[in-house]
């Protein structure tokens, strides 16, 4: 097995450049027909293709940052970083619709960031030299919702706000996924079936039960086989799982998951910079990392050259995935803020009123909720001394600093009509026009 950090990208098993299109074949055999994978198509092991569809993915922009901006996000992160409680949810940068959350701290080398539902942005100070621009990290959800390509394309917009922007979207990371449900029994997959340029084969169970492989991990090019399924009991995801059910998994069926993550490195050595570059190359992306750094394989114990081993079948339905670029997944909807869901508020949300009924001894759930707040409001009235608010204070203050974290609403100061970050621009600019 060869490092996975070391790999020529041009040394391909077959000789083949891994970025050159490869001849469709008129007959698939295996495969069966699906929203992602050509029609004439036969399925003979029982694999169906869900989806397939670019999971994560991270993007840079070079550029230099505007000195207003800059002025205004130092002031946000600030506010992030005040000891008033009262300056806290004031940290947030509405940019084209989205209403970000301003963190408290970068992260090296860049100086601040910006949080959504949609996209993490790491912003360069003013003046850096050798760092880009922007960092951003593009949310799977939005991605599988509404596709890469208009991701991107609203990402950029909001970067063209924050500053000069000098460069197109270059790729620092792209993971490629498929989903899929199949017969073939992934928990009798032995390591030595495994052919590829990887060092680590890392096999894991959950409970005791077999939930998949992670292959070259810490390498610059990495791939998960895994039961999707089994981790959304722990992790959900209600607009993955609709889409499921939209395209006819059953209650009782498991979808796995293949997945490649492709670093910068790696990508470079395959000669993909930017974003048009990977749009362009997602099929012979996936046919290198399936054919060329990773195969399923049936063992001879005959022939030492690993080449010529025969390839699992079911191996070769995951291969032959076709990579259209029109998803006939039907785009939705995403949400732009990071609000909880219904089962968090109203499951776990009810913890402190059902604790309160029981201490009480009510049963009532109207008289119940009445006296929960009333006792409340009587615990940081009395309070007030101490924090400095009564009870409407308090919630009121709990709410602004919810508001901040869930992208839901802007909070103004209470004690006046000009945000802090824009009297922040007016003085610096105040102060140059009177050489100060």
Same mark, same amino acid.
Request: glycine residues 2%; neutral net charge.
């Given at each position: 097995?060869?490092?996975?950090? /070391?790999f020529d990208a041009g040394c391909c098993e077959d000789g083949a450049n891994p970025r050159s299109p490869r001849p469709q074949q008129e007959h698939c055999q295996g495969t069966q027909s699906s929203n992602t994978v050509p029609s004439n198509c036969i399925n003979t092991s029982q694999t169906k293709i869900l989806r397939v569809g670019i999971d994560s993915l991270y993007l840079s922009y070079q550029g230099e940052l505007f000195e207003d901006k800059s002025i205004r996000l130092n002031q946000l992160k600030k506010l992030a970083q005040s000891n008033k409680e009262t300056d806290i949810p004031l940290a947030q940068e509405n940019i084209k619709g989205h209403l970000f959350e301003v963190k408290d701290r970068g992260r090296h080398p860049f100086a601040f960031i910006l949080n959504d539902n949609h996209y993490r942005i790491e912003i360069a100070k003013l003046g850096a030299k050798r760092t880009p621009l922007t960092h951003a990290q593009i949310s799977s959800e939005l991605l599988t919702c509404q596709g890469a390509p208009l991701a991107v394309e609203v990402l950029t917009d909001i970067v063209s706000t924050l500053g000069i922007v000098t460069s197109?979207? /270059?790729v620092s990371r792209a993971d490629l996924c498929v989903d899929f449900i199949t017969d073939y029994p992934l928990s009798s997959i032995t390591e030595t079936q495994w052919v590829t340029r990887a060092r680590d084969i890392d096999r894991f169970t959950v409970s005791r039960v077999f939930s998949g492989f992670v292959i070259g991990g810490g390498g610059n090019i990495l791939a998960r086989l895994y /039961? %999707?399924? +089994?981790?959304? *009991? %722990?992790? #959900?995801? @209600?607009?993955?799982?609709? *889409?499921?059910?939209?395209?006819?998994v059953l209650p009782e069926q498991q979808v796995w998951r293949l997945e490649f993550q492709f670093r910068r490195e790696s990508l470079r050595q395959l000669g993909i910079t930017s974003f048009h570059d990977l749009n362009s190359a997602l099929g012979s992306l996936w046919r290198y990392g399936t054919e060329q750094w990773l195969r399923l394989c049936i063992p001879n114990e005959t022939d030492k050259t690993q080449s010529r081993w025969e390839t699992v079948e079911f191996w070769q339905i995951l291969q032959q995935v076709y990579w259209s670029g029109d998803s006939k997944i039907q785009k939705r909807a995403t949400p732009l803020g990071r609000a909880p869901c219904d089962r968090t508020l109203f499951v776990n949300g009810l913890s402190a009123l059902s604790s309160f009924m029981a201490r009480e001894g009510i049963t009532d759930p109207v008289e119940g909720s009445h006296a929960f707040i009333r006792t409340a409001k009587q615990y940081h009235d009395s309070r007030e001394y101490l924090t400095g608010l009564d009870f409407f204070g308090y919630l009121h203050q709990k709410v602004s600093e919810k508001a901040r974290k869930f992208n839901s609403?802007? /909070?103004? @100061?209470?004690?006046?009509? +000009?945000? #802090?970050?824009d009297a922040a621009i007016a003085d610096a600019y105040r102060k140059l026009s009177d050489g100060e």
């Open positions: 097995m060869q490092d996975s950090n /070391n197109s979207a /270059n /039961n %999707k399924s +089994l981790e959304m *009991i %722990k992790t #959900p995801r @209600p607009y993955l799982q609709q *889409i499921y059910n939209e395209l006819g609403f802007k /909070n103004m @100061p209470a004690d006046s009509h +000009l945000h #802090p970050a």
